[in-house]
């Protein structure tokens, strides 16, 4: 009897993991990942002249393998995405270049701009440096900010190195790693200074 009713407690259990027929699959969150694939954007001088700063700045844009941009320029796919929305280069630099990055909004060049949540009527959008998760049950998907750390970036051949030790708003330790090609796209023509940019897009033209 004693087995029977083990044997029913574990049926229920499995029963209650399933959402609409389909176990409620919960992805790992990974404190060292591994980025596959990626890019940068070049945004130019982005923040001048109406903030004074002329430094030049990209955007870095890193994928786990199993995240795809479909053909409407929307994230499909599980896994973890981080986005470093504004990465300061000198004035001469258009192409990412090697060095540790830190996380401040000091603006100046070999810095990151930290995360931060901006409201606008009533919605919340997330700036700066953030990672998204991805998961098969997207109420459990959840976006968390970078708010300290650093990355050092280094180049073999044509391929990027990058490694992470950055620190989320709520006390994550979030590392990863990255080592493959990294195309820089030039948005600096089609992007209006101080504007909205798109986070994701799927016409690009390659400058590397």
């Not at 796919?77 to 990055?101: M, S």
């Amino acid at each position: 009897m004693k087995i029977f009713n083990f044997l029913i407690i574990l049926v229920i259990t499995f029963l209650s993991s399933c959402v609409g027929g389909q176990l409620n699959q919960q992805l790992v969150y990974e404190k060292n990942p591994q980025y596959s694939w990626g890019y940068a954007e070049f945004f130019g001088d982005y923040y001048f002249p109406e903030n004074g700063n002329k430094n030049n700045v990209l955007s870095v844009s890193l994928f786990t393998d199993s995240l795809k941009i479909n053909e409407v320029g929307n994230l499909t796919g599980l896994g973890q995405y981080l986005f470093l929305e504004d990465v300061f280069q000198a004035a001469t630099d258009t192409l990412l270049q090697p060095g540790t990055y830190t996380v401040n909004d000091s603006g100046l060049p070999f810095t990151i701009a930290p995360g931060k949540n901006d409201t606008v009527d009533n919605a919340v959008y997330p700036l700066g440096a953030y990672i998204s998760y991805y998961e098969f049950n997207a109420a459990n998907s959840t976006l968390k900010i970078i708010t300290s750390g650093s990355c050092i970036v280094s180049i073999s051949g044509n391929n990027y190195n990058i490694v992470c030790n950055f620190k989320t708003s709520d006390g994550l330790d979030l590392k990863g790693n990255f080592n493959a090609a990294l195309p820089h796209i030039d948005q600096s023509l089609a992007t209006q200074k101080s504007g909205i940019r798109p986070k994701l897009r799927t016409a690009k033209k390659i400058i590397r």
